[in-house]
């Protein structure tokens, strides 16, 4: 049997047992870095499981882990310097432009671009739930809740699935008041 099948079992065993640290440091061995990635992101081993994501050619997930729970824009646009174009990429370097006390209209083409591809039902396969809550913590961050309710509303327009519900969560939780959008 070879190694990898064998750390693969014995990552099982141990996720059964919820030893998650010992399964994640098998998924690694077994070459399975998604499955180490998730684990060790839910353990909070953000570093881990930035190094686990860009392993798995995921760039711009290991790249928001380093600037969002690590503050650490300067490797997370290292993370991201051979991602291809896109807006989760955009949105990882305009995390970093904030953590590095950029001036927040340095957010807005990123956050038109996600406005642009939530509103497009057949431009982003959902569940992409990343871009939308992505965007949406840059937009608070950066003070913007215009740009946050616009997301929302290209999410709407997108019909992307649940999103009136967030949109009046987040309304809510920020804004102090819920909102009552109708469905479709």
Excluded: K, N
């Excluded at 824009?73 to 310097?81: H, K, N, W």
């Excluded at 497009?120 to 396969?125: K, N």
């Excluded at 959902?126 to 961050?141: C, F, K, N, S, T």
């Excluded at 019909?159 to 987040?170: E, K, N």
């Amino acid at each position: 049997m070879p190694d990898a099948t064998l750390y693969r079992e014995a990552a099982a065993c141990y996720e059964r047992a919820r030893h998650w640290t010992d399964a994640a440091r098998c998924y690694r061995a077994a070459g399975m870095p998604l499955r180490a990635a998730a684990l060790h992101e839910r353990l909070g081993q953000f570093d881990a499981a930035a190094e686990d994501y860009g392993a798995a050619g995921e760039p711009e997930t290991a790249g928001w882990l380093l600037v969002h729970r690590l503050d650490a824009p300067g490797p997370a646009r290292d993370a991201v310097a051979r991602a291809s174009d896109g807006p989760r990429r955009d949105l990882v370097l305009a995390r970093c432009d904030l953590a590095e006390g950029g001036p927040p209209a340095l957010v807005l083409p990123a956050l038109r671009r996600v406005r642009d591809d939530l509103a497009d039902p057949g431009r982003v396969p959902y569940p992409h739930r990343d871009l939308e809550e992505w965007g949406l913590i840059v937009a608070e961050l950066a003070q913007r809740f215009d740009q946050a309710a616009l997301i929302f509303a290209a999410a709407v327009r997108g019909r992307r699935p649940g999103a009136t519900g967030r949109w009046s969560r987040w309304a809510d939780r920020v804004l102090g008041t819920p909102l009552v959008i109708a469905e479709g």
